[in-house]
């Protein structure tokens, strides 16, 4: 009886300790498997690299693609269209209007446009044309000032209409609202991102007053947010202009304006997609940063 009682406990503390041993074993298995810590450093700092390298492949390569564009359209379809449009509205233009008028002209349909929601690229190409990078930058910035300051005043008129319109588009309206919290820069930043980021220019014009953003950082922010565009559009008249000089005087743009114009053409391009993607990346995180704010 005794010597059976040892040999059970016997075995049952063999099977204990096989038991531990196991256990201790796939224990010790399981913290291989899961710790890496040299190995995944490697990885995540291997996957940045990969991503990093991807993104300057797609820029090199838009830029490369809208430099060919440019180039097929300086080349064959920009003299087609300057003389059969370009062309005589701009001498329409300068035998009808002297620059002090076209500025007013200018002036009031940069300023008047957005109100009514009309866009006023055009007007900014007029500008670049007529007036260059100078003049044509300080015009467009005047009065855009007044273009986007008359929307966000008339939409306190539509108040509660325009919050009701944010509640039924929640997800957009997220993005909006949070350039109404925090403090003054903070409006200042999520504004200038929303005006470089492809939200559509006229509609946040009435939509501003409804996420409780100030009058300051809207207006400054605004105007920082358009200055990109601005710039944009003042070349493309310009370039217009150069292109109109040159079918109007009979004869083709020379081996360094082509180049010029061709390269000057793919950055505006590239920098425009740029600061898109760029102003979109921040604003989500500035819409996750605010995200405990707005709940």
Known sequence: MTYEENVDRREVVSEMIVGIEDEEKARGDYVKLRHCPEEEPEAEAKGIGIGWLWYWVRLVLLFMCSGLLAGVFIKWVGPFLMDKEVIPMINWETKTFSPPVLAILVFASVALFPTILLPSSPSMWVAGMTFGYGYGFLLIISAAAIGISLPYFISYLFFHKIQGWLEKYPKRASILRSAGEGNWFHQFRAVTLIRVSPFPYIIYNYCAVATNVKYGPYLFGSLAGMVPETFVALYTGILIRTLADASHEHHGLSGPQ???????????????IFFTVYAKKQLKELQKEDEPLLQ
């Open 258 to 272: 082509i180049i010029f114009s061709v390269v000057g053409f793919a950055l505006a391009v590239a920098t425009t």
